[in-house]
């Protein structure tokens, strides 16, 4: 019984994962083929560390120039 639930609980978290990942993989999807200019600014907006994710695509765009 106690696998069981240890089981139940491991598919909650990889479930909890992967809700934070599904948005992320998306933005990262849709910003690569649009631009940055396609996504709202308000998402944008509530980005954690979006100056320093800028600074970074910046970067590795200027790497690949």
């Known amino acids: 019984?106690?696998?069981?639930?240890?089981?139940?609980m491991?598919?909650?978290?990889?479930?909890?994962q992967?809700?934070?990942e599904i948005p992320i993989f998306t933005g990262a999807i849709l910003g690569?083929?649009?631009?940055?200019?396609?996504i709202p600014s308000e998402w944008c907006?509530?980005?954690e560390?979006?100056?320093y994710i800028q600074k970074l695509a910046?970067?590795?765009l200027r790497l690949h120039q």
């Open 1 to 8: 019984k106690s696998l069981n639930g240890w089981k139940l």
């Open 10 to 16: 491991k598919w909650r978290e990889n479930q909890q």
């Open 18 to 20: 992967q809700k934070k």
């Open 32 to 38: 690569t083929l649009l631009g940055v200019e396609a």
């Open 45 to 47: 907006e509530k980005v």
């Open 49 to 51: 560390n979006a100056s």
């Open 58 to 60: 910046e970067d590795i």
